[in-house]
């Protein structure tokens, strides 16, 4: 298994996902993404599909906008009184 960590200042990073979808990786079906901003909850994952890094949704988490934050939004948890039923 190969593994890189990268810790970016919070406007530095906002090009990261279309670089990494540009790189010539040997197998794109195993590249995961894990990204936190400095106002996220959590880790969201990413994963490449059809050549483009898409967040994969994650139990008890949810996207919230934030027109700062380099996605224009940010990750939460949603289960601090429990993770409601699926």
Do not use: K
């Not at 298994?1 to 040997?26: C, K, T, V, Y």
């Not at 936190?36 to 050549?51: I, V």
């Not at 988490?61 to 039923?85: F, K, Q, Y």
Request: glycine share 6%; with cysteine.
């Amino acid at each position: 298994m190969d593994a890189w960590s990268i810790d970016f200042w919070r406007l530095n990073w906002a090009g990261l996902l279309p670089h990494l979808e540009q790189m010539a990786w040997p197998s794109p079906e195993s590249v995961q993404v894990l990204l936190r901003d400095q106002d996220d909850e959590c880790f969201g994952l990413w994963m490449l599909h059809e050549g483009r890094l898409r967040e994969v949704p994650l139990p008890c988490t949810a996207r919230e906008a934030d027109d700062v934050a380099p996605l224009g939004s940010r990750l939460t948890r949603t289960d601090r009184e429990g993770c409601p039923a699926a």
